[in-house]
């Protein structure tokens, strides 16, 4: 089973507001969270990562924040924008007979109010 | 323009028969991933290679197969024995650090 997954599958929120997309995760031994964004018949691309000895880092208009003690993770993108509609995943590191791979979550779909 | 190139676009099946969807990156990264996506589902790990002329399964390799003679591809077939091969299919690659790059993607549908 899935051991990352997305608090909601849907999130619409109104252009110009701030946006939290939540992720739970089940793996106290996984080091690094990343996040990122998929548009419509398009590959994911890299938003931002953060490594667990941090609780937050911070990039162009998105914010992550990593809870360890309830095992939670969050993007923050600040003054949404249409061009941030999108589905957007949460993936942890997790090792795999001795070689890293990532694991997904179903993700969450970010939808933009005019 | 560095990259990772999948082909084709899009893809058609036919009962009974075998289809190969090709991934090649140029970004000189030892690891290549194999990862399934079906609609409204995250991605799922089908096969991935840390180096050359070696490769593991994933969590759903049965009805697929891969190769990777070549530091630069990594091909999937997609064999008669995957029942239900509907899906978006993603090729990823990793350098040194923990970031996956993606391909654009290949849509299979079967006819």
């Known amino acids: 089973g899935e051991s990352v997954g997305l608090h909601l599958p849907t999130l619409s929120v109104q252009e110009g507001d701030n946006s939290i997309i939540n992720c739970a995760y089940s793996n106290s031994a996984s080091d690094y969270f990343i996040w990122y964004k998929q548009e419509s018949g398009k590959g994911p691309q890299f938003i931002i990562d953060?490594?667990?000895?941090?609780d937050k880092r911070q990039g162009q208009r998105v914010t992550v924040l990593l809870n360890k003690t309830v095992k939670h993770l969050s993007l923050q993108i600040a003054a949404t924008q249409p061009g941030d509609s999108a589905v957007y995943f949460c993936a942890e590191n997790i090792q795999r007979g001795g070689a890293d791979g990532l694991t997904f979550g179903k993700g969450t779909h970010l939808i933009i109010q005019p | 323009d560095g990259g990772i190139t999948q082909s084709p676009k899009y893809l058609f099946r036919k009962e009974g028969q075998n289809v190969t969807l090709s991934c090649e990156q140029n970004l000189n990264h030892d690891a290549m991933y194999w990862y399934r996506q079906d609609p409204g589902q995250g991605l799922r790990l089908i096969y991935y290679s840390q180096i050359v002329n070696d490769f593991q399964k994933g969590d759903i390799a049965e009805g697929y197969s891969v190769s990777r003679e070549k530091k630069e591809s990594f091909p999937l077939t997609v064999t008669s024995a995957q029942k239900n091969p509907t899906a978006f299919y993603l090729c990823?690659?990793?350098?040194?650090?923990?970031?996956?790059?993606f391909g654009s993607g290949t849509q299979l549908s079967v006819l």
């Open positions: 990823a690659s990793r350098g040194n650090f923990e970031k996956l790059f």
């Open positions: 953060i490594r667990s000895n941090m």
